[in-house]
């Protein structure tokens, strides 16, 4: 959807070169846990920040059936209240940031 919507908007030469460079600076594993551990904190404002792609999609009448499945799932991980269970902190790494998520709130 990303590259679809970047072609449909024409910025494209924008859109991967950032992507790249995010991806690139970092080893697989580092870029992992930093997204599992900043999406178990920043959940609800990545899930809210997505209504604005969805409705962008739509108006521009492309699928946006990736976009609405990452809201859904942000959604559902903000429920843990990893930020508010950890004061704030982010989890010390991705088993945690899992850890946290999957477990019921005590």
Known sequence: EMLQAAEHFGVENQVIPSLA????S???IETMGRLATGT???AARRGAEL??????LEDANLDASMTRAA?????????ANVRERLGGKAPKDW???IRLISEPEK
């Open 26 to 28: 970092k080893t697989f």
């Open 40 to 42: 178990a904190i920043h």
């Open 51 to 56: 209504t604005g792609s969805l409705k962008m």
């Open 71 to 79: 809201y859904q799932k942000h959604m559902l991980i903000a429920q």
């Open 21 to 24: 460079e995010t991806f690139d």
């Open 95 to 97: 088993r945690e940031a």
